[in-house]
């Protein structure tokens, strides 16, 4: 996966940039995530979005060039949810796909088919129906789950055009499976991960990221949700709400922490666009 991130001249400055294309045999997995200079990924609360942290009309862009390029972006089911909620009751959600004409332009020419979007979930209290993603007009689906999870969606009915792709156990997800199933049934070579935190953590501690792109945002938000935010009622149970960073639920011992290859860096005003690879032994 070759971006080029060159072709918008005047926004972005070079610093250094090193990057290389590699093969796998299974999906090459980057991920593009946006943080606050002090790693936050997240305000929760009314202003919960990646969007809101990253604030910038080139990182928009960005997002576009790596979706461009995708055979399919992979996201938790969370990362629906909360852009629906956003929206307002009403709202069927949102349809994550390459938005910037000249960027679908080069999808095209590329030879990628339809934008496909990719949840992964247990698929204990989704119902397809509640999520405009899942009418199959706009883009492809898949939904990577247990055998149970994907026993109740397909229950459901009416949504043969979503991939339901099952690995694991019972109610338990075998998430590396269902990735290497995503290569053998559905021909993805490269997927764009775009979190949301708790799945980006499942992904490395299973060692899955092979690439990540990230952009720094300049602003500082603080890691403990402060008094005078306004919570939303799943939050107010929670006595100590922290934000999260971008690697969610247990992380890596000592031993074990995952060392990457710094291989890009540039900057549009004061964000800073970085891209690392994963090195391993
Ligand atoms: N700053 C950024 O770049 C960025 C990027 C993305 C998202 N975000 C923000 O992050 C927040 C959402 O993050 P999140 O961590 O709460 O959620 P998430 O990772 O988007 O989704 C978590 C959900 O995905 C499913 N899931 C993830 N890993 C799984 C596994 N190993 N096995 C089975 N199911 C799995 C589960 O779905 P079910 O509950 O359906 O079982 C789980 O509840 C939102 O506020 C979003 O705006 C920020």
Redesign the pocket.
């Known amino acids: 996966m070759t971006p080029q991130l060159n072709d918008q001249p005047g926004r972005f400055e070079v610093l250094f940039d090193r990057a290389e294309p590699s093969p796998a045999d299974r999906p090459w997995i980057y991920t593009n995530?946006?943080?606050s200079l002090d790693g936050i990924?997240?305000l929760?609360g009314k202003h919960?979005?990646?969007g809101d942290?990253s604030q910038s009309r080139e990182d928009r862009w960005l997002m576009d060039l790596l979706r461009a390029h995708a055979d399919g972006i992979l996201?938790?089911?969370?990362?629906l949810r909360?852009?629906q909620r956003q929206r307002g009751p009403d709202s069927r959600g949102i349809v994550f796909q390459v938005v910037d004409p000249a960027l679908r332009e080069l999808r095209r020419k590329l030879g990628k088919g339809r934008d496909r979007n990719i949840f992964?979930?247990?698929?204990?209290?989704?119902d397809l129906s509640w999520h405009k993603v899942f009418d199959g007009d706009i883009v492809d689906t898949a939904i990577l789950t247990s055998p149970a999870g994907a026993e109740r969606l397909q229950a459901q009915g009416g949504h043969s055009h979503v991939a339901i792709i099952s690995a694991g156990d019972k109610e338990t997800?075998d998430?590396p499976r269902a990735i290497c199933k995503l290569r053998e049934e559905l021909d993805v070579k490269h997927l764009l991960c775009?979190?949301?935190?708790?799945?980006?953590g499942?992904l490395a501690r299973a060692d899955l990221v092979d690439e990540k792109f990230l952009t720094v945002s300049p602003v500082e938000t603080g890691q403990l949700v402060p008094p005078e935010q306004e919570r939303l009622p799943v939050e107010q149970r929670i006595p100590i709400l922290l934000r999260?960073t971008i690697f969610?639920g247990p992380g890596l011992p000592y031993e074990q922490m995952t060392r990457w290859t710094w291989l890009s860096c540039r900057k549009a005003g004061d964000h800073q666009f970085h891209r690392y690879r994963r090195k391993r032994a």
Do not use: A, C, W
């Open positions: 995530f946006v943080q990924t997240s929760l919960s979005s990646g942290i996201m938790g089911m969370n990362t909360e852009e992964v979930t247990r698929g204990v209290d989704l997800l998430l775009e979190g949301g935190p708790t799945l980006y499942s999260p969610g």
